[in-house]
């Protein structure tokens, strides 16, 4: 894919991949002269939210704010299913458990793997 391409399939996928409110887009650089795989901006996309919900859910955790831990957890939960942790050919078996055991984790509010994963896949 061209960072054109890349660029087009970022705002498809913006389009319908939900983030927590007040919670935004990140920009991302593309190398004009690269060549991307196969769902690249949809990943880019999907990692993003990932991170936007997961700190959602430690911050709704840490202000003891139910009716927001309540929204995040139904939003996490079905981040698994989402096409860049769910596809074999974007991620392998052992991220798919990860991802999978990190909504588990905000569903029984063990927040520990998720301040971890936090700290280390989502710098800002």
Do not use: H
């Not at 196969?38 to 003891?64: H, P, R």
């Not at 299913?81 to 991620?91: G, K, V």
């Amino acid at each position: 894919m061209s960072a054109d391409e890349v660029r087009a399939e970022m705002a498809r996928v913006r389009a319908v991949t939900p983030l927590p409110s007040g919670a935004g887009w990140l920009a991302v650089e593309l190398d004009p002269d690269a060549t991307y795989g196969s769902y690249a901006g949809g990943s880019m996309v999907e990692f993003q939210a990932l991170c936007a919900w997961l700190i959602a859910a430690t911050q709704a955790a840490a202000k003891a704010d139910e009716a927001a831990y309540a929204a995040v957890v139904t939003v996490v939960e079905d981040i698994p299913s989402w096409r860049s942790f769910s596809d074999p050919t974007l991620s392998d078996a052992a991220f798919r458990i990860k991802v999978d055991s990190l909504a588990i984790d905000v569903a029984d509010r063990e927040l520990r793997a998720v301040g971890q994963f936090i700290g280390a896949n989502c710098g800002r």
